[in-house]
């Protein structure tokens, strides 16, 4: 049975990705139609300038004054394709107190505010759906929710920026530093003029808080995610992890504790071995591991950004948002009850490599090694270079925790043989 | 607001998937029913041998008696874990006759099946979820259906089975022939005693059914998909696929035409190159590569068999059910509103390798150049070797449909000059 009189969408925003959902409405209308079971029809697009020409959008739908749209009262789904917290919190909040459910692909958003934003959506019986906020169109926060709902994950460890995985490839590939690579980035497109969010690790972040939240029902915020980008990672750096028969990714990785109590999560640059699969993931492909009790360990891969993949994963949501409208149901909603806390950065277990400038004299591995020793961080190799009265000294260590690493770092740095601690860097995927 | 009253699971099959969904729901409680919003409860397990002991199974609940518990009118979901065709069919039917939604992992069954039992659920209202009956763990009609609702999918290539994944890459890891790697694959239990449904692809065809008919949202069936097993791959094309830089791999591909006016479905051996990433899924893994208009290229990877992921998929896809149960709502049926015809194999447009035994004398490459010419195959490559008055002769061709290839071979078993075809085998995922 069809329904004829169509759905309703009001779309905020018509950047890049904007315009491609607009685009993909009207082109393939009849797919969505019979797909959803009623035709769908785009009944305002938002926008800051209204000038700038929008191939595809109709004229008279477009307004600045977003808040009017949400408020009309006749919309089913509002899509929030602005990104940033304000004013999409207050337009979402708006959008939900006039009835609509709302599309989202606003990761720093969703991964600040998501409780309240799942609450308020939940007051009205409406859907919150975010599929676009965490790596483009990899469908990874329905299969987390949906797919696994009857198993206990326990690790998601992937690439979810394609940005700064960009970068990284450079370097790994061309030997280049993280400037020259940035720049690269810049020019292709890959990277935005301010590159901040992708490079320190918050565009990351907010993925992997909201992986986590999702992962292990319960809440993890932004604030909760441990969070170093690539801005000092060095050609060294890497030329180090080539020799270990390593690269170098940015990872994001939530875990539960071994006791089950506690989870973590955390973005930072790691070495990890080439022959595990994320070490193949190359340009600005995203990929996602998870691993669950029942299940094993799975993998997602794909296109983490760009305006037809975020699209991609919009419509998608689009289409399960107007299902549930026409059902009168409502999808599942944040699922928090396990409340487990997030533990701090120190309480990670992992393995670490760490370069460090000292005085080419005898003794001085004994002393540093009884450092680490003291600290109960336990060396798995030693590799050690001599030039001019300097060495360098590259250690790797056993798993260990951060807490005990940064200990050991801290005393190592008091050391009068140890000149620079040149770089640590976590090594994972093993 | 949580509902007291439990709902009621009737389990049909109690082996490897079954006991491992019975003992997951006893253990983890807890999680389903925080998940699901209420509790869940199993009401009854049908076995055919009641006397084996089941570990974690209540006595009190076995019955040997499917129909009368599935017709017992208390039951929420049916979850069938039973496989083939009869009398898994006529108890799902009943099941939905009773009102209950069904979970099942039954891939002869869907893909025979699916329009019927789809319009059976859907007549009650009920819902019909199978995502364990492709590729294990790996969520795949889910991501399909729903998450990618808002796209078109093109291509769905991927490694679906195993059993035959296991074989293969034995074949190519030790240079063992077909029966002994198979011997191997018996003794380690990753092929049955009665090997057909896997090594002559009918159990992969079943995926490439299920998978064809969700992805391009038109009806396939088992019967629609062209079938090759791996029983006549030899060790000899594999060191032939080596030497062209490829592995052998069982592959299925469900593709849409160019015009997009039909699709295919087929399942065969075919050569791929070491660098594409089907090429390194290893042992009895599974992965599939789904490429979508706006998404671009996804890839989903995991343990595609095995008790613990197969129920990891029946319980995602229990949790859904029963969601949707208290919802009073249905998730979402068959899709086949697009009634596209599935072209024969012939139709099918991809580049071949063949191994011909010819006489060594001159003029029999021209002799056969000119055979491939006449049917307006292109010649890529070719690769002559001599031998005693015989020569063998590789011929890879250019992109070319399997009608014309098989014109070709036809025409060139008839020369004199050629005393065998010694294999044909696609060549893929270039």
Request: hydrophobic residues 45%; negative net charge.
């Amino acid at each position: 049975m069809m329904r004829t009189r169509p759905l309703k969408v009001a779309l905020l925003g018509c950047g890049v990705v904007g315009s491609e959902v607009a685009r993909i409405m009207t082109t393939h209308a009849d797919d969505l139609t019979a797909r959803i079971g009623a035709p769908v029809e785009l009944a305002g697009v938002a926008v800051r300038r209204p000038n700038r020409v929008r191939e595809g959008v109709p004229e008279h739908l477009v307004t600045t004054d977003a808040t009017a749209l949400v408020k009309r009262g006749d919309i089913d789904v509002v899509v929030e394709v602005i990104g940033g917290i304000e004013p999409a919190r207050s337009l979402i909040t708006t959008a939900f107190e006039h009835g609509a459910s709302v599309v989202s692909a606003n990761k720093a958003l969703v991964s600040q505010d998501g409780a309240a934003l799942h609450a308020a959506a939940q007051e009205r019986g409406a859907d919150l759906y975010y599929e676009a906020a965490v790596a483009g169109a990899i469908p990874l926060v329905r299969p987390l929710r949906e797919s696994l709902a009857g198993d206990k994950v326990n690790r998601v460890l992937g690439i979810v920026n394609g940005t700064t995985n960009f970068i990284l490839d450079r370097m790994d590939g061309s030997g280049a530093g993280y400037s020259e690579a940035l720049d690269e980035a810049t020019a292709l497109g890959y990277a935005e003029a301010d590159p901040t969010a992708d490079v320190e690790g918050f565009d990351a972040a907010a993925k992997a808080a909201i992986l986590a939240g999702i992962a292990f029902h319960t809440r993890v915020t932004l604030d909760d995610v441990h969070r170093e980008g690539i801005t000092e990672v060095t050609a060294a750096d890497i030329a180090s992890a080539k020799r270990m028969g390593c690269t170098v990714k940015l990872l994001a990785i939530c875990e539960r504790a071994a006791d089950g109590r506690s989870v973590t999560a955390r973005v930072h640059p790691a070495m990890i071995p080439l022959a595990h699969p994320l070490a193949s993931v190359r340009e600005a492909y995203n990929a996602v591991f998870v691993e669950a009790e029942a299940a094993g360990q799975l993998m997602f891969y794909g296109p983490g950004a760009g305006g037809s993949p975020t699209a991609s994963a919009v419509l998608g949501d689009l289409v399960a948002a107007c299902r549930n409208k026409l059902a009168g149901a409502a999808g599942p909603g944040e699922s928090a009850y396990s409340r487990l806390p997030v533990s701090p950065m120190g309480d990670v277990v992992t393995r670490y490599h760490i370069s460090l400038d000292v005085a080419d004299k005898p003794g001085v591995l004994a002393q540093v090694a009884t450092v680490f020793a003291e600290h109960g961080v336990s060396i798995d190799t030693v590799r050690q270079q001599g030039k001019d009265g300097e060495a360098s000294l590259v250690v790797v260590t056993h798993r260990a925790s951060d807490a005990a690493l940064s200990a050991t770092v801290e005393t190592l740095r008091r050391l009068d043989t140890v000149r620079d601690v040149a770089s640590i860097m976590r090594v994972e995927g093993e």
